[in-house]
């Protein structure tokens, strides 16, 4: 199935959701959105495993929304590539250059996400 703008706009939503409080740290939010094996290399180099990131204890989160510089990419049907910039709200330490990996089985599940650290 090819992408269309309804898909690039649900992407938006959920790699936004990502970055919202009530969302980011509800345990069953988290658990439906990463698919199984997900995987992310963090800013830091850290990887996380679906596992940390279902369980994460609630912290500040520091960024402007909407996501800056966002793109999305078809890379095989049901398999969406997503590139965004974070910038922190407080200042320009923590601006990341993110990409992530998106799959459509019965709705949209993240796969992968890496970030690296940008100046703006």
Do not use: K, N
């Given at each position: ?7 690039e ?14 969302t ?7 658990d ?7 995987v ?6 850290r990887?996380?495993?679906?596992e940390?990131?279902?369980?994460l ?11 800056g ?34 799959i459509?089985?019965d ?14």
């Amino acid at each position: 199935m090819t992408l269309d703008h309804t898909d690039e706009l649900t992407l938006q939503a959920l790699e936004e959701s990502m970055w919202r409080p009530e969302t980011r740290f509800d345990r069953a939010y988290m658990d439906a959105i990463l698919a199984p094996g997900y995987v992310e290399i963090g800013q830091s180099g850290r990887v996380w495993s679906r596992e940390d990131e279902v369980g994460l204890a609630p912290v500040t989160i520091d960024v402007s929304l909407p996501l800056g510089r966002f793109t999305v990419t078809e890379l095989a049907p049901d398999v969406a590539h997503v590139t965004y910039t974070s910038e922190p709200l407080h200042g320009s330490h923590g601006a990341a250059l993110r990409s992530s990996i998106w799959i459509r089985t019965d709705r949209w599940r993240l796969c992968f996400h890496q970030a690296t650290p940008t100046a703006i």
